[in-house]
């Protein structure tokens, strides 16, 4: 039989995408990392990894790397609860489609309305979480102008935005559990608990592993919260900074160059965080993942 080659002229438009606005893209930013090119200069410098060693001589840069590893501690909080939710609501019948939409509606909002909103639940004055303090006899609290404190006023709002996507995902995977094997374990003798460890968990592997794999890369990518909530020239905002906010700094600042080098640093940082774990999970019965 004579193979046809016409179902591959479809993939060429992705091809081509990819070619423009990845491959190309990524090539000319690693390529930029070693330069100390200026557009407002009729030529490029090439300066070898002098950007490298600056990075890794860079307090705040170096310093935004361990925030972000500290704010991705958030993502296993959101994994549990949301698993704990979609538990509650694999098991309660009425009402699983309201809850479900509940729970995905801050997801699927917008980042920029979200921090809006919560900046104003955190402001000193006027804010929600202050009030409820002041109602119970305890004093106002500087949430988002406290050095050691704002960070983790971030990492809560973020729990609250994509704890839902984490409770459709589960729900999703316990009911495509069969329930015949529920049945069976309680006819084996199995109560409740042996049931979730040795059945439940074992069967959510895959979904665990997905959860926590796309949060992960997610989560220390993170760059809107942090802007707008911290902004980047304050004393806050630099002892809070992440990766991100901290390039992006440096590029409008016309540091190109200093601001690609800082991306592929960033870039095998969130690389090796994201196979270690995958490594991780892959024990204990995930052998082909």
């Not at 490298?52 to 310093?63: C, E, I, K, S, W």
């Not at 995977?173 to 329930?179: A, F, N, R, V």
Request: with cysteine; aromatic share 18%; hydrophobic share 55%.
């Amino acid at each position: 039989m004579k193979r046809s080659y016409i179902p591959f002229l479809f993939l060429i438009p992705y091809f081509v995408h990819f070619a423009i606005f990845w491959a190309f893209q990524i090539g000319f930013a690693f390529s930029m990392s070693f330069t100390n090119w200026d557009p407002s200069r009729p030529y490029v410098e090439f300066i070898g990894l002098r950007n490298y060693r600056m990075a890794f001589g860079d307090a705040t840069f170096l310093r935004s790397i361990r925030n972000a590893l500290i704010y991705v501690l958030y993502e296993p909080i959101t994994n549990f609860i949301g698993l704990g939710l979609a538990l509650v609501l694999n098991t309660a019948v009425k009402g699983r489609s309201l809850f479900r939409t509940i729970f995905f509606i801050p997801t699927i909002s917008s980042t920029v309305a979200i921090t809006w909103v919560w900046s104003y639940m955190y402001d000193t004055r006027g804010g929600l979480f202050n009030y409820l303090l002041e109602s119970v006899g305890l004093p106002r609290q500087i949430f988002l102008s406290s050095l050691d404190g704002a960070l983790y006023c971030v990492m809560l709002m973020s729990i609250w935005q994509f704890v839902g996507i984490n409770v459709v995902i589960y729900l999703a995977g316990l009911q495509s559990i069969p329930k015949e094997l529920y049945e069976a374990a309680r006819i084996s003798g199995a109560n409740a608990w042996n049931s979730f460890r040795h059945l439940t968990i074992p069967l959510l592997r895959p979904t665990i592993l997905f959860c926590a794999v796309t949060a992960t890369a997610g989560s220390l990518q993170v760059f809107a919260e942090f802007w707008m909530l911290l902004g980047n020239v304050s004393m806050v905002a630099l002892r809070n900074m992440v990766p991100l906010v901290w390039m992006f700094t440096k590029f409008r600042l016309g540091s190109y160059g200093y601001a690609s080098a800082m991306s592929f640093i960033f870039f095998l940082v969130v690389m090796a965080f994201v196979l270690i774990e995958i490594r991780l999970l892959r024990k204990g019965g995930m052998f082909y993942y």
